[in-house]
Structures are given as C-alpha cells and as structure tokens.
C-alpha cells in the first residue's frame, strides 16, 4: 500500500514568509509524528497526534510553529515569519497506533533565504 | 528525559569488512529500540526493532543488533558489509508506554569502498 506522503518535497521560500507543509499519513495510522532534520544534526521531534489532538507539542521550537491534523488523517505544519535557522529537513511518520513502529514520509527540504 | 548516543559520526570500510556501529541510550524505564536506515536519496527504513524477547534481533539485508540491557546497549552489526551499505544509520528510543515520542541519535554515515 502506500506509504507516508509530504509535499512540496522541496520549498524555498524568502525570510519572513509563512509555509504550509502537509504529511498524508499512511490509511488506517492513527498516531503522526513531525521531527525536524537539520543540518550535522540528529532528528529533533516536534509534534505528536492521537487522532486530531496533539498530546505533546513540546518539541515546538517556538510560537512560529505551529501544526494540525483533520480528520484523523492529513496533518498541515506551519511556520509563520520564517528565519534562516528553520531551514532543514521535515520528516513526517505514523503509525498504526502509538504502541506501533513509525514509517517516515520523503521529508520536505526547506531552504529560507 | 531519553537521550541516545551514537559514538561514530562517520565510518569507512572496505567491501566485506565487519561492521559494528554503537549505540547506547539512557532511560530508566521500559524501552523498545530501532534502528533505521537512510540511503543516499532516500527517505527513512525501518532496519530492525526491538521491542521484547530475544535480545538478539536480525533485520534485512543482513543486519542484526543485540540488545545489553545492563549496559543500555544495541550496537548495530553486519559481518560482510557491500557497496550497496553505504548509508546514514539512526539508533532511536522509544518509550514502551506513553505517547511514544521516539528520539533519535544523531546519525552515523557509513562509507564503504568498492
């Protein structure tokens, strides 16, 4: 079946500007996840969803970001106001349920300018 | 908190070497361990698990990883490495219970040479 999507798979965008990026989840997941890949860096998790509520937003960086899911299913991870410093790899994953394995998404590569 | 430690950044072998890539982390509850794969161009692999059981856990391509519990260990082996290895490899945590935040360490990047 398929697996985790995310899109755009790559975004420039100008310092400043907002972005939207989307994870489809695999059908069926009910648990997703967002972490972020930086550059010389290990992955970093953002975000965590049961459903459409985020139990743990403690890996949010700051109150540029933000994320929500509909639906049980596509998540939409938002950056307001961009810095150079957001640039980096966003990797979606989900998972059967929150005991279950977690299967990564492509990632969307950001670049701000 | 849990935290994971992977102790090479970068690793070059030749074709048939051994392989052993380190991996420790540090929590005090019950854990349920991975490791994951990162081709060159590709997004994340699931390479193996553990989550219970045989400490001694074989995954694809060969690979295997042993789980220390007393040494809060699970390095990351394969006998014969191929060209085809050469890849970033992520050791990640999980707690068993809770809301499952997985947490990584920051990545090994295994160079093998033809």
């Known amino acids: 079946g398929a697996g985790v999507s995310q899109s755009p798979s790559n975004k420039v965008t100008e310092k400043g500007k907002d972005v939207e990026l989307r994870c489809d989840p695999i059908?069926?997941?009910?648990?997703l996840y967002w972490y972020r890949q930086s550059l010389g860096q290990g992955l970093e998790f953002l975000i965590y969803?049961?459903?459409?509520?985020?139990?743990?937003k403690s890996g949010l960086p700051s109150d540029r970001f933000s994320a929500e899911r509909t639906g049980g299913s596509v998540s939409t991870l938002t950056i307001q106001r961009t810095q150079q410093e957001d640039s980096a790899v966003y990797l979606c994953?989900?998972?059967?349920?929150?005991?279950?394995?977690?299967?990564f998404g492509p990632g969307t590569r950001l670049l701000v300018l | 908190a849990q935290s994971v430690s992977q102790h090479n950044h970068h690793v070059i072998l030749s074709e048939a070497a051994s392989l052993e890539l380190g991996c420790n982390y540090s929590?005090?509850?019950?854990?349920?361990l991975f490791w994951y794969v990162q081709y060159p161009g590709q997004h994340l692999q699931l390479l193996l698990k553990?989550?219970?059981?045989?400490?001694l856990v074989k995954g694809i391509k060969g690979f295997e990883a042993e789980f220390i519990k007393s040494k809060f260990s699970f390095n990351l082996r394969k006998p014969s490495v191929q060209w085809s290895d050469t890849a970033e490899y992520f050791c990640?945590?999980?707690?068993?219970?809770?809301?499952?935040?997985?947490?990584f360490g920051i990545g090994t990047k295994l160079q093998v040479i033809p």
């Open positions: 059908s069926g997941h009910t648990a």
């Open positions: 929590y005090g509850g019950t854990v349920n």
């Open positions: 969803f049961q459903g459409n509520s985020a139990p743990d």
């Open positions: 990640a945590v999980k707690d068993s219970g809770g809301y499952q935040k997985v947490t």
């Open positions: 553990y989550f219970s059981g045989d400490p």
């Open positions: 994953a989900s998972s059967l349920t929150r005991q279950e394995t977690q299967y």
